[in-house]
């Protein structure tokens, strides 16, 4: 493989800095990496910057020119995504363009497919991923949520938590038990919830960086429509592993990581009076072949899912490794820039403008998003491996 741009490649990546640098404010950049829960679109102006990313198409540049996107073979979107994370653009409405968008290609009628994603690509609907309640995470078949038909429409019943972005959400991809008679897995189907129906509560929680990103939502007989069914009915655990499976090969951008490392390398520099020892050197070098193993990864991801393929071990080890690296990255910005690490963004002697702290405790929810790193090993050693079950 050729890592060099081509002409088109280079024309285009010229293209993409060009557009950010006319429209792309710096008030508009995250300040913190790639975890999901950063840039839900709780501020007007993420949302603005999504009106922008519309008026080129590269909302979700990827998707098909038959839904909106703008078709970009695989090399292209790795060259927008490479411009996106350097220039910290933020990402509202992820789950929706990453996750809920492409599982309804899959798994979704072709009226359901019109009626939906466009207004993911306009911006205009918001989405939240409702899987995880309380008791059922890593063990998602064990959900209790109820949906019982009635009519033209199920009733729904029950709980979920940890609800990225739910709080702002038009929209809700569930998952609820429709058969509680069959095997866990056969009696589970996947629904389009409108989040302004009546009986639908949001609570907040706030996370370990004191930001409100999950939520618990409630539902208390809420109505919906049959045809919000998406897939066959009892047959919704498949189309929660395709959304998965999305999920974990774009939850973590290992861009985002290499453009990050480069900048703690900086801004850590005064902290090192008399030269960098050998042990940060050398932490610093391991950082950076990580890295770049965590962006081939993602490369790969991205490949299989250009030719069709849904990866599902690989996915997983894109996410466990890139999640885990998250991790290392903040330890060693921690360490390098020591007390100043913990300054935060209000404090004029913060590395980073106080992004070192707050990276540190954002990163801690990414190994358990979309999936924690024993789920994900075991994944690896069943799916990849073929190991039997323990
Ligand atoms: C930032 C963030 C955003 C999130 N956003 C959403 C969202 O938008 N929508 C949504 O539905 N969910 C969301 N989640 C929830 C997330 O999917 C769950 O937290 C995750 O699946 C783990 O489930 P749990 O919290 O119930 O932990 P548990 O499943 O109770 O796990 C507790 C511990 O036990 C370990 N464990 C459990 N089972 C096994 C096993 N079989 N083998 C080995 N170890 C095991 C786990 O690895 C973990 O360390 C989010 C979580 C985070 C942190």
């Known amino acids: 493989m050729d890592f060099k741009d081509s002409p088109e490649e280079a024309a285009f990546r010229a293209e993409v800095r060009e557009f950010l640098k006319q ?19 709780e501020d007007p102006k993420d949302m603005e910057w999504l009106k922008k990313l519309a008026t080129r198409g590269w909302v979700a540049p990827a998707w098909p020119k038959e839904y909106g996107g703008a078709g970009l073979p695989v090399t292209l979107q790795f060259v927008y ?22 599982a309804i290609m899959v798994h979704g009628s072709e009226e359901q497919k019109q ?48 609800t990225s972005g739910a709080h702002r959400s038009d929209r809700m991809l569930v998952l609820a038990r429709t058969d ?33 990103s999950f939520n618990e939502v409630f539902f208390d007989n809420v109505r919906v429509p049959k045809k919000n069914l998406i897939g066959e009915l009892n047959r919704g655990w498949y189309t929660a592993l395709t959304t998965l499976a999305f ?12 453009q990050l490392l480069g900048e703690v390398v900086e801004a850590t520099r005064p902290y ?29 991801v991205a490949s299989l899912q250009a030719k069709g393929l849904i990866p599902i071990q690989e996915a997983s080890i894109t996410k466990l490794y890139a999640s885990e690296l998250g991790q ?5 910005a921690m360490s390098l820039a020591g007390l100043y690490g913990q300054l935060g963004p209000d404090s ?43």
């Open 180 to 212: 509680p008679d069959a095997p866990r897995h056969k009696g589970i189907s996947c629904f389009v919830l409108d989040m302004h129906a009546p009986g639908v509560s949001v609570q907040p929680l706030t996370n370990m960086a004191d930001l409100h």
């Open 272 to 300: 090192r009076k008399g030269g960098a020892s050998a042990l940060v050197r050398h932490e610093l070098a391991d950082r950076a072949i990580e890295t770049h193993v965590a962006v081939m990864l993602s490369y790969r």
């Open 81 to 102: 995504n490479e411009e996106m994370a350097r220039a910290r653009a933020p990402r509202p409405n992820f789950l929706a363009i990453g996750l809920i968008g492409p």
């Open 115 to 162: 009626e939906h994603l466009s207004g993911i690509l306009s911006g205009d609907t918001y989405w939240a991923q409702g899987f995880s309640e309380p008791g059922s995470g890593s063990d998602l078949a064990s959900l209790q949520t109820r949906a019982v038909e009635d009519g033209d429409d199920f009733v729904i019943n029950g709980q979920k938590i940890w």
């Open 247 to 258: 999920e974990r090969s774009s939850i973590v951008n290992a861009i985002s990581l290499q």
């Open 328 to 332: 290392r990255i903040a330890r060693t």
């Open 23 to 41: 429209e792309l404010a710096d008030d508009v950049r995250q300040p913190d990496e790639s975890v999901l829960g950063v840039g839900t679109g």
């Open 348 to 390: 004029p002697y913060a590395p980073l403008l106080g992004r070192i702290e707050r990276m540190y405790r954002i990163q801690v929810g990414a190994t358990l998003a979309g999936g924690t790193s024993e789920i994900q090993r075991s994944i690896i050693a069943q799916r990849g491996l073929g190991l039997p079950r323990g």
